[in-house]
């Protein structure tokens, strides 16, 4: 057996990063750094703390954390992306959040973490509309009948560097309260068809 | 939020027993208690160590152990097999387990674990040919170019009191030498019909 030991195990990944960080930036650096501690220190980190996760690393907008759990990270990213809507609300300066979960193998090597299950999770959260939470296939296949969200299926994506097609799932809170989030920073691409497309399916899990 | 706060983590489940139980206890009880627990000290407790497992429940025949990585428990059953057939080779009493593995978000009460994480790893152990190594869906995905193992792909089965088909794929040496332990000892119920299905296909994954 030339299988290779390395230190792995299976976790939730979640990478999130901040919409339009460098219009923002470019527009209000002062006030979007100002806003983004005070997302972090009073929405974000208490969250992640509450549910288990663990940062991995940060990066100025951005940042990969590890659940052990994916009902955990699902849950997680609800809330803050909830707060962080109704912290907007009030706020001048507004910040989007895009976050996009995967489940995978991972590789650890000190307190960072590697391998295609982290790819994933950037990537899906590359395609995620701001405010909102994506999740691959893999993460939504364990989620069935264990949360109260629902899902919208967008069908599969080709996802850059990744050799095959991902299938990807918005989650959606079950009050509906969360669309406003949508609007309140223009997605630095346009926004993914299926928004609007027939083939979108909005389900209910069985629970 | 009104989801319950339980413990919950990711995790691979692997569910294991010993195919005709029952009838090799039939003919010959000390015999075949002698073999299994020289079995379980001499190959499957320390391949479980040794791949980081833990060994959640036993019952007569059977074992349901619990592994952070996917890849540690394939591995470990791959050897489980590979040192049992080899043993079978030599002994009057020859013994021939069943594999089966899932990946789940499992629920843990103290030791015990639960969920349908579980309850698939057990019904795709029912699945599998004696001697053998059977892995869902879920499982073969995160293993994507992560081992050097083949997969032969059966397709979709209808497992007991699971409510959506489950994918199952049969876990294969790179060298191929065993083939002989699926004849150890007859199976319980009629060999699967893919084995020589024509729609079986053995693939090699990308590393």
Do not use: W
Request: proline share 5%; aromatic share 6%.
């Amino acid at each position: 057996m030339s299988v290779e030991r390395v230190e792995r195990r299976l976790a939730a990944v979640v990478a999130a990063d901040v919409a339009g960080y460098s219009r923002l930036m470019g527009a209000d650096e002062v006030g979007t750094l100002e806003a983004l501690k005070a997302h972090r220190r009073e929405v974000v980190d208490p969250a992640i703390a509450a549910h288990h996760g663990r940062i991995v690393k940060t990066t100025g907008d951005g940042m990969l954390v590890e659940f052990a759990s994916v009902v955990d990270a699902v849950t997680c990213a609800m809330v803050m992306q909830d707060k962080i809507a109704e912290r907007n609300g009030k706020a001048t300066q507004k910040i989007a959040f895009r976050i996009g979960i995967n489940i995978g193998e991972i590789i650890s090597d000190g307190d960072d973490i590697f391998g295609d299950g982290v790819n994933i999770a950037a990537r899906v959260e590359n395609e995620c509309e701001p405010g909102g939470v994506y999740l691959s296939g893999s993460a939504f296949e364990q989620l069935r009948g264990k949360t109260e969200f629902f899902f919208e299926d967008p069908g599969e994506r080709e996802l850059k560097n990744i050799d095959r097609p991902v299938r990807l799932f918005a989650v959606r809170s079950a009050v509906g309260g969360r669309t406003e989030t949508a609007a309140l920073s223009p997605p630095s691409r346009p926004t993914p068809p299926f928004l609007t497309s027939p083939r979108s399916q909005c389900c209910r899990l069985p629970t």
